[in-house]
């Protein structure tokens, strides 16, 4: 199989090296806007050569997107169009009502996948499975150090509580979180979101309650940053590569 990769930062990353070492994947197509950095991971690979997205396409089975949600716009329905599968992490372009159903819309005409990793949250399988019931509520509590919240607080403070569609607007770094939560269970407007500035706190936690006909399910992750980038937390790339693993093997654990 062949991969393009749009955006080579912390995520893009760890996931062209992680891809870089996997058996099923032949050659490996780097595109960044910075081309310093492409050219730095480029040089760290064995399979690995750059090249614009619009000329990789041709070549290319599956693209994963690790870079921004001007990306997603910008590149996602061309890869679909081209006939490709793709993988985004930049989730939280999907808020984005019209593009969203213009991906899906695209993705069904074209007999493609769009793969959305569950990323920074655990719980997603579980939402997933419980929603094709009735779910009564589904709430993602996000506690953060106060600094990366842009916050000083002297103790634990919520600083949101509302849905997920208001917490984008205030709180926009932690839209993919709550985006691939919404998309998995009942919507941007049903999906309860409270973060919390907590001084204690030196991890980023993420806590998924949901309750409904299945019965209750409480998931919790402390996630450690990614030593690329501490805003993004390392489970966000084991995640995205757990999501390459899944397209490439024969048995899934779904
Ligand atoms: N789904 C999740 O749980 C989750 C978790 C963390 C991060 N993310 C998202 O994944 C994306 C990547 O995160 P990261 O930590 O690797 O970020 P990063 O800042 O380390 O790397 C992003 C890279 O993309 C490049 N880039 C930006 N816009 C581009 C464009 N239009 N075309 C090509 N390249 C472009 C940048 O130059 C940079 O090198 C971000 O959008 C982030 O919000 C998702």
Do not use: W
Request: charged share 25%; proline share 4%; net charge positive.
């Amino acid at each position: 199989m062949k991969l393009g990769i749009i955006g080579c930062g912390a995520i893009g990353t760890d996931v062209a090296k992680a891809a870089d070492a996997m058996k099923d994947i032949e050659k490996i197509y780097l595109f960044d806007i910075n081309k310093a950095a492409a050219e730095k991971l480029c040089k760290s690979l064995k399979k690995a050569s750059l090249k614009p997205v619009e000329e990789f396409l041709e070549d290319v089975d599956v693209v994963f997107e690790a870079a921004s949600q001007q990306a997603v716009a910008q590149y996602a329905a061309i890869v679909l169009e081209a006939g490709k599968d793709l993988i985004i992490m930049s989730i939280g372009s999907l808020f984005n009502d019209a593009l969203r159903k213009k991906l899906e819309n695209t993705a069904r005409k074209h007999h493609r996948k769009i793969y959305l990793p569950s990323g920074a949250v655990c719980g997603i399988d579980g939402v997933l499975a419980a929603s094709i019931e009735k779910l009564d509520s589904v709430t993602l509590v996000t506690t953060k150090p106060p600094a990366s919240l842009g916050k000083s607080v002297e103790e634990r403070t919520i600083v949101f509580k509302g849905t997920a569609r208001d917490a984008v607007k205030q709180f926009p770094r932690n839209i993919n979180v709550a985006a691939c939560l919404s998309l998995a269970g009942v919507g941007f407007d049903e999906t309860k979101v409270e973060i919390i500035a907590d001084p204690v706190e030196t991890r980023i936690s993420h806590k998924i309650l949901a309750h409904g006909r299945f019965g209750r399910l409480r998931a919790e992750v402390e996630n450690m940053p990614n030593p690329n980038n501490p805003q993004s937390s390392y489970m966000a790339s084991l995640s995205a590569i757990a999501t390459l693993r899944r397209v490439l093997d024969p048995i899934q654990i779904a």
